[in-house]
Nanobody
């Protein structure tokens, strides 16, 4: 079992920044790949970013590449999502997810079904 708790969401003006955090418990964090997904009102949940367990490999959706940065601190069991130059279209509930089994690749980490554990989500609202 893995428990995930997100924080850091809020209201920000377009062009601003936020940093989301996700604290994991219940399993050796260093062997767990982590991802961030988001869901806007009336839309399906979509991939945002992911980071592998074995090293610095990171993956991003095209819509956030060069604006968002995913990182992890294994000593704190925490994964972060630094979001810069925020746009109104970034408004969504952001979810942290953990992948503990199976292949870890650029393709699988973009798939919701590859993740077995999810946090409760944190709201990010960007005003234009």
């Amino acid at each position: 079992q893995v428990q995930l708790v997100e924080s850091g969401g809020g209201l920000v003006q377009a062009g601003g920044s936020l940093r989301l955090s996700c604290v994991a418990s219940g399993r050796t964090f260093s062997s767990t790949s982590m991802g961030w997904f988001r869901q806007a009102p009336g839309k399906e949940r979509e991939f945002v970013a992911a980071i592998g367990w074995s090293g610095p490999s990171t993956y991003y959706a095209n819509s956030v590449k060069d604006r968002f940065t995913i990182s992890r601190d294994n000593a704190k069991n925490t994964v972060y999502l630094q979001m810069n130059t925020l746009k109104a279209e970034d408004t969504a509930v952001y979810y942290c997810a953990a992948k503990t089994v199976g292949l870890t690749s650029a393709q699988t980490l973009r798939i919701m079904g590859a993740y077995g554990y999810w946090g409760q989500g944190t709201q990010v609202t960007v005003s234009s």
